[in-house]
């Protein structure tokens, strides 16, 4: 079709420009990756793979094995350890299957499928400049003009491409920050994620790997901000004061934090433009999220899906253009549920966070299956329907 023997360079080694590169190369572009790390590797943490995502993987011809399958959502009264409301994911359905994953076992399996398919990696290339003038092409920092049919550029979210596209904007910071750690499972956590929530602050807590070990986010809200970005160490003790009155598992779990990462939660618009004439953005560098609702791979992964689709149908002109469409108002509303998700788990006030508290369990308890079914419009989200090159 139309992809056969196009030549496209991804700017980014990261899920979205893994996941991106193996679709197009699987329909027969010839694909490069332009990685600024010197290894592709990712820093201890975990992901929830939900099933609009796990569709993508399928349908890539990926097998996650190690992933665990989740078998609930668990919101609970942080200061007392007691569960308030709980979605059994049971409930979407045996093939709606929602997955916890190490995101360095995820990157592994991009990686490896990528080279398999033929995609050509390189890494310690940083890009420096995106041209759009009718060869699209990346300059690194050597110099090298890297020249293309189409530059993907899932360059995150400090995207450089997105400036090209959509000049300089300020992200806006939320009031909040978030640790991250990952610490070996002493409390028998089972395969659900854990939402333990406290007035100005929340923690989510999931098993990865065979449930040797749990995942930690843990959020809290602050009039001063840590500078936006992955690497940025704290003092375990810092975390461990902001959740002191936790009751339950948090303070054992807590209690094994060595080292996290402290980074502070940025809103940014959703690029305008996702593309000019020979140049595309894909995941965070076209919609960065809050992690509230846990869909930024996810919808890297649609993304990812739904480029290569449009390019193969319809060419690269219209195939932008569609791309862009389809995938606008979905990562929009994604992205909105996200940040609604702050405030319902932070509640401050005593009293409304009792009376909110009392209608989730009620409404658990009346109709537990309409819990889980206000989320099938994103779970049930399939981007690999009706797709004639579905494997
Ligand atoms: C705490 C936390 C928890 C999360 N949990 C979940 C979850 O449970 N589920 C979920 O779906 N999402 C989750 N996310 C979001 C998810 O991790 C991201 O949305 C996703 O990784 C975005 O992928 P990406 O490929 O677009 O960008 P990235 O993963 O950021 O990859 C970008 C890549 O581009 C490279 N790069 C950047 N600039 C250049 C350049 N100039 N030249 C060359 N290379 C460059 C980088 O080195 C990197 O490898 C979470 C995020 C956070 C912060």
Not at 275 to 288: C, F, R, Y
Not at 328 to 336: E, H, S, T
Request: some cysteine; glycine content about 12%; charged content about 20%.
């Amino acid at each position: 079709m139309e992809l056969q023997g196009k030549r496209i360079t991804v700017i980014g080694g990261g899920i979205g420009g893994l996941a991106a590169a193996l679709a197009l190369r699987q329909r027969g572009a010839e694909v490069r990756v332009l990685e600024q790390a010197a290894e592709i590797s990712e820093v201890g943490a975990g992901l929830q793979i939900s099933p609009n995502g796990q569709r993508v993987l399928d349908a890539l011809g990926l097998n996650l094995d190690g992933a665990m399958r989740a078998r609930a959502v668990s919101l609970r009264d942080g200061r007392r350890g007691t569960e308030v409301l709980r979605l059994d994911l049971a409930r979407l359905g045996p093939e709606q299957a929602y997955h916890f994953v190490h995101r360095a076992d995820l990157i592994a399996l991009l990686l490896t499928a990528a080279r398999d398919a033929g995609v050509q990696i390189s890494l310690s290339q940083t890009v420096a400049e995106v041209r759009d003038d009718g060869a699209p092409s990346a300059v690194t920092t050597d110099g090298t003009v890297w020249t293309a049919d189409l530059i993907v550029a899932a360059d995150g979210l400090k995207s450089l491409t997105r400036g090209v596209l959509n000049g300089a904007a300020r992200p806006r910071f939320t009031g909040q920050v978030a640790w991250r750690a990952v610490v070996a499972n002493t409390c028998a956590h089972p395969p659900e994620a854990r939402v333990h929530m406290g007035p100005g602050r929340h923690l989510v807590t999931y098993p990865l790997r065979g449930g040797h070990l749990v995942n930690l986010v843990a959020v809290e809200e602050r009039d001063n901000w840590a500078a936006e970005g992955w690497s940025h160490r704290d003092d375990p003790a810092n975390l461990r004061r902001a959740f002191a009155g936790f009751g339950g598992d948090v303070p054992g779990l807590l209690a094994q934090v060595a080292d996290p990462g402290l980074w502070g939660l940025f809103r940014h618009p959703v690029a305008a433009r996702w593309h000019g004439a020979g140049v595309v953005l894909l995941g965070d560098a076209a919609h960065p999220t809050l992690p509230f609702l846990a869909q930024g791979a996810n919808l890297a992964l649609e993304d990812a899906w739904v480029l290569a689709a449009c390019l193969d149908q319809r060419g690269v002109v219209p195939g932008l253009t569609g791309y862009q469409s389809l995938r606008r108002p979905r990562v929009a509303r994604v992205i909105a549920a996200a940040q609604g998700n702050a405030w319902k788990y932070h509640l401050r006030n005593p009293l409304l966070r009792g009376a909110a508290h009392l209608a989730l369990r009620a409404a658990g308890r009346l109709a537990p299956g309409r819990m889980v079914h206000q989320f099938d419009w994103l779970y049930g989200f399939d981007v690999t329907r009706d797709d004639p090159a579905r494997k």
